[in-house]
């Protein structure tokens, strides 16, 4: 079974605006939130059984910062035409079916800059033998992933409480750290930290040290 995974990319205005304590000033913020998404992206791609990648975006121009322009690094880009996160993701899920139609659809949130690879292709391999599953949060209250294996369609209903939503239309799965700690807080991520960031989080966060540390 081959997979197309879509990740939710919004602009860099206004992303994650709960990790602003975490870095020393606005670009540096922009540039952790972009850090984050460019590792969680990175890993998606290079997960095996993985196809492609889609870019989920909330407009249709490059991002500000440095960030990624449409279909860089191997990524494919939709944009949304209905406002909401639920919206956009039903609406890739749709082009996702009608572009790959032996393929199943998954929806993964795009803040997991622990997220390893491996451990992602193994979720996805066992969310293979079921019709829908998906990947509670480390809380267990959100959700990190939503699988949908053909037939059937992707129905997601992320936001506050979506485990449970979710849990109502497809079966839970176990799920290695990683891709169960999303960052929202500075509390996510030092949590995430501790787990071990991929190379872009890493790098940002020693940027951030750089400028905000003591000079003997």
Known sequence: MQWTVLIPVRSLV???TRLVDAS???MEHQSLVLA???DTIAAALTAHGVARVVRVLDRDEPGEAGEPAPDQAGTISFVQRTPGLNAALREAAEYA???W???AVAALVGDLPALRPADLADALARA???PTAFVPDADGTGTTLLTACPPHRLQPEFGLGSAARHAAQAVA???APGLRRDVDTDADLAQAA????GPATAAARGRAANVTGCSS
């Open 14 to 16: 206004g992303a994650k």
């Open 24 to 26: 020393a000033g606005h």
């Open 36 to 38: 984050i998404r460019t």
């Open 97 to 99: 079916a009608m572009t």
């Open 101 to 103: 139609p032996r393929d």
């Open 128 to 130: 293979a033998a079921m």
């Open 173 to 175: 799965l176990t799920a």
């Open 194 to 197: 501790r787990l071990g960031f």
